[in-house]
C-alpha cells in the first residue's frame, strides 16, 4: 500500500464526521427542526440556540443538521447516477466503435456544449421541484463527462494484450467489457466519480439555492441561505451556518477527491473544475 | 485550415439547431400541459382550451416546432407570456448588460488567473506559492451563492460601502454609480475562476519549465527571463486558453446565480424569472441564446488555438 497523504485522513474524517452527524441527526438535535417558535425569533447564537434562531424562532443548529442528509445524497446521488448511466456508455462506444460510437460521442459533444448550470435549470424548469428531480437533473449533467473519461480509459485499455488473449480465446463482448475491462478501469474511474462529487454537491446547492430543489419548509442547506437573504442584516447567522457547513463539506471532499487522485493516478494532477 | 474553420462551424450550427429540438422536446414532450404550467392548478377547462387554442397548443408537435423553429431564424421569439411583449428585445436588453458583467469577469479572472499562475510556477514553494495554493483549494470549493451572502454583508450591511443589489445605466448614475453597482457580483463572479485558471496556468507552467526545449534555451545561455518569456510561457498559455472557454461555461452559471442574488437585471435573472412564472417562450429564448453565446465563445478559443498552436510547435511529449 502506497503512502496515504495526511490531507487525504484529514479530509476523510470531516466527510465521515459529517455523514455520522447526517445520520445521527434527527436524535441529537436539541430541537425539532421544523418547531416554529415565535417568542424566540430572530435571536443570536447562545448556549441554548448554539447557530441562533431564524425568522420563525426555529432553531438553525438543528434545521442544519436536518439538512446535512441532503447536500450528501445531492453530492453522492447525482454522481452514482452519473456514474451508472454514463460508465456503461462510455464502455460501448470504445468497444463497438463505428456508428454506435459516433451517436454517443455527438450526443455527449451537444450536452457539454451547454453551460451545466443551465442544463440543470433546463431540465428541472418544467416540473414541479424537489430533493430527487434536482438529484437526478445533476446525474443527468454530470453524465457526458462519465462517458467521456470511461470512453477514454477504455480505449487505452482495448489495446492492451489481456485483452487480445480474451478475445483470441473466443470471448464476448459482454464478457471481455464487465471481466477485463471494468476491473482495470476503475483508478481513474474513481478518481473522476470523487472529484465529481464536489461539483455535484455545488451544483445541487445552486440550484436549490434558486428555488428548484428541495422546498421549504425543508431544510436543504442552500434553500436555507436562500431563505435567509431578507434577514442578512438583523441576523446573518440563519445564512452563515448553513452556509459556513456547506463550505467545509465542498472542501473536505475536494481534498478527498484531489488526494485520491494523486494517490492513484498521478498523471491526471492539475486537472479538475466544471 | 480553411478545413478546420468550416467543419467547427458547421459543428456550431449542428450544437444550436440540435440545441432547438433539445429545449422545445424538454419543454413540449415531458408529461404536463403547457396551459395548465400557465394557468396553475385552479384553472378551468375553457380557459384552458382557449389559451391552447390560441398559442396553437393543438396543432401536432411538428409544426409547433417549425413555427417557433423558423421565428428563431427571423428573430421573433415569440410573447412573453407574463410581460405580453416580443420576448427578443427583452432577450436582447438582458443579455446586453449580462455581457457587461460577462467581459469585466473574463478579463479580470484571464489577467489576474495567468498572472498569478506564472508567479506561483516561478516562485514554486515560496511562501507566496503556498499561500496561492491553500486560497485556491478554498476559493474553487465556496459556492458563488454564498460568496455574493458574504460580500452582501460585509461590503454592503457592515461597511455600506457598495449597494447590496440593482443596476443602474451610465447615463443615469453616471460611471462611478454604474462601476458600485458592478463591484460586488464582478467580484464573486471571478473568486472561483482565478483560483481555477492560476492552478492550470501553474501546473502547465511547471511542466514547461521542466521540459527539454527550455533545458536547451538554458544551455545554450539564454538569461533566464528570456527563456521564460519566450521559450515557457508560450506553450504554458495555450492550454490556458482552452480552460478559458470552459470558465466561460461556468461564468454562465455563475451569472444565473449571481444576478439573482444581485438583483441585476441581465439574462440570468429573466431566466429566473421566466422559469419561476413559466413563462414559456421568454425561458426557450434564453436558454438558446445563452447556449449560443457559448458556443461561440467555444468556437473562438478553438480558433485562437489553432492560430497559436502551429507557431508555437507545442513539444512532442504530451503529459
Not at chain 1, 476491473?183 to 461539483?199: S, Y
Not at chain 2, 539564454?222 to 492550454?239: C, D, I, M, T
Request: charged share 15%; net charge neutral; hydrophobic share 55%.
Amino acid at each position: 500500500m502506497r503512502h496515504i497523504p495526511r490531507t487525504l485522513w484529514v479530509g476523510g474524517t470531516i466527510v465521515t464526521a459529517i455523514c455520522i452527524l447526517a445520520v445521527l441527526g434527527p436524535w441529537i438535535a436539541p430541537f425539532d427542526p421544523d418547531a416554529f417558535a415565535v417568542r424566540s425569533r430572530l435571536e443570536p447564537p447562545s448556549a441554548t440556540h448554539w447557530f441562533g434562531t431564524d425568522e420563525f424562532g426555529r432553531d438553525v443548529f438543528s434545521r442544519v443538521l436536518a439538512g446535512a442528509h441532503h447536500s450528501l445524497l445531492m453530492g453522492f446521488g447525482a454522481t452514482l447516477i452519473s456514474l451508472v448511466i454514463g460508465v456503461p456508455l462510455g464502455l460501448i462506444a470504445a468497444f463497438r466503435r463505428g456508428w454506435t460510437e459516433e451517436t454517443i460521442m455527438r450526443g455527449v459533444d451537444l450536452m457539454i456544449s451547454i453551460p451545466p448550470v443551465l442544463l440543470g435549470l433546463l431540465i428541472l424548469a418544467v416540473s414541479d421541484p424537489g430533493l430527487f428531480k434536482t438529484i437526478l437533473a445533476v446525474g443527468l449533467v454530470y453524465v457526458p463527462i462519465m462517458t467521456r473519461v470511461s470512453r477514454a480509459v477504455a480505449l487505452d485499455l482495448l489495446a492492451e494484450d489481456f485483452v487480445e488473449a480474451a478475445r483470441a480465446r473466443g470471448e464476448g463482448g459482454y464478457h471481455i467489457l464487465v471481466r477485463e475491462i471494468l476491473p482495470n478501469a476503475w483508478p481513474p474511474l474513481i478518481v473522476e466519480t470523487a472529484l465529481r462529487i464536489t461539483f455535484a454537491i455545488l451544483l445541487g446547492s445552486a440550484l436549490s439555492f434558486l428555488g428548484l430543489g428541495p422546498q421549504p419548509p425543508d431544510s436543504e442547506w442552500g434553500l436555507m441561505i436562500a431563505e435567509s437573504r431578507p434577514f442578512i442584516s438583523e441576523a446573518p447567522w440563519i445564512g452563515l451556518a448553513p452556509g459556513l457547513c456547506l463550505c467545509l463539506l465542498l472542501i473536505a471532499v475536494n481534498v478527498v477527491g484531489e488526494g485520491l487522485r494523486d494517490l492513484l493516478d498521478p498523471r491526471l494532477r492539475g486537472r479538475g473544475h466544471g | 485550415m480553411t478545413g478546420f474553420l468550416v467543419r467547427r462551424f458547421a459543428s456550431v450550427v449542428f450544437v444550436l439547431w440540435a440545441m432547438t429540438v433539445v429545449v422545445f422536446a424538454i419543454v413540449h414532450v415531458l408529461p404536463g400541459s403547457v396551459a395548465h404550467m400557465i394557468l396553475g392548478e385552479y384553472a378551468t377547462n375553457e380557459a384552458i382550451a382557449d389559451l391552447e387554442l390560441r398559442l396553437g397548443l393543438n396543432d401536432p408537435l411538428y409544426l409547433q416546432y417549425w413555427r417557433w423553429f423558423t421565428g428563431l431564424l427571423q428573430g421573433d421569439f415569440g410573447n412573453s407570456l407574463t410581460m405580453d411583449r416580443p420576448a427578443a428585445p427583452l432577450i436582447l436588453e438582458a443579455l446586453g448588460r449580462s455581457a457587461i458583467l460577462a467581459s469585466i469577469s473574463i478579463v479580470l479572472v484571464a489577467i489576474i488567473g495567468i498572472g498569478l499562475g506564472i508567479h506561483s510556477a516561478t516562485h514554486v514553494g515560496s511562501w507566496s506559492d503556498r499561500a496561492l495554493t491553500l486560497m485556491q483549494y478554498f476559493f474553487i470549493a465556496v459556492p458563488e451563492f454564498f460568496w455574493c451572502i458574504l460580500v452582501i454583508i460585509f461590503f454592503a450591511v457592515w461597511l455600506g460601502w457598495l449597494p447590496a443589489t440593482g443596476y443602474s445605466p451610465i447615463a443615469e448614475a453616471g460611471l462611478l454609480g454604474w462601476a458600485k453597482h458592478l463591484i460586488l457580483p464582478v467580484s464573486t463572479l471571478v473568486l472561483g475562476l482565478i483560483a481555477h485558471v492560476s492552478r492550470l496556468v501553474r501546473s502547465s507552467m511547471l511542466e514547461a519549465i521542466e521540459s527539454r526545449y527550455v533545458l536547451a534555451a538554458r544551455a545554450k545561455g539564454l538569461p533566464e527571463r528570456l527563456v521564460l518569456r519566450r521559450h515557457a510561457l508560450p506553450n504554458a498559455l495555450l492550454p490556458a486558453i482552452t480552460v478559458l472557454a470552459v470558465d466561460v461555461g461556468i461564468l454562465m452559471g455563475g451569472i444565473v446565480v449571481v444576478e439573482s442574488v444581485f438583483a441585476f437585471p441581465g439574462l440570468g435573472r429573466m431566466l429566473i424569472y421566466a422559469i419561476e412564472n413559466q413563462d414559456i417562450p421568454l425561458m426557450m429564448g434564453g436558454m438558446i441564446v445563452i447556449t449560443a453565446v457559448y458556443a461561440i465563445a467555444n468556437l473562438v478559443a478553438d480558433i485562437l488555438y489553432a492560430v497559436l498552436n502551429p507557431r508555437i510547435r507545442v513539444s512532442g511529449s504530451a503529459g
